[in-house]
């Protein structure tokens, strides 16, 4: 399992405001996905003047923003593995988000800390 990228994501009902105060800080949209969940959520990839990215994504079924470490990896099962093998959990059971480009799942640790596990699809 190769890590392929490395960023913080924020999930928000609120995500526009987060957006803006990202851009207000020098970040610019790099690239907007829209086929989550059936087109529900939205996610923004945005990415600064030194090269550091952050996602905002959109959702409204989180009782209040959430913070998690974004792993892109090249073999989203062997990934997946590893982390439960560590004790992670899946809090939506064994639910896999899957997109016309990419698949992720949000997995928890043993201490509380969050993880988006995800996988780009090659066309």
Known sequence: MKITSFNP?????????????????GFEKTHTKTDIEGGENVNV???DANGFHVDVASSDYVP????????NVDDFEKAYAFFLS???????????????????TY??????????????LKK
């Open 64 to 71: 209040q923003d959430l913070l998690s470490i974004r792993i």
């Open 9 to 25: 994501l924020i999930v928000s009902k609120d995500a526009e405001s987060i957006i803006q105060l990202f851009e207000d800080l």
């Open 45 to 47: 990839r945005m990415k």
């Open 86 to 104: 560590r004790g992670f959990i899946n809090p939506r059971g064994d639910k896999i988000t899957e997109t016309s480009s990419s698949m992720d």
């Open 107 to 120: 997995l928890i640790s043993p201490s509380g800390f969050a993880v988006t596990l995800c996988h780009h």
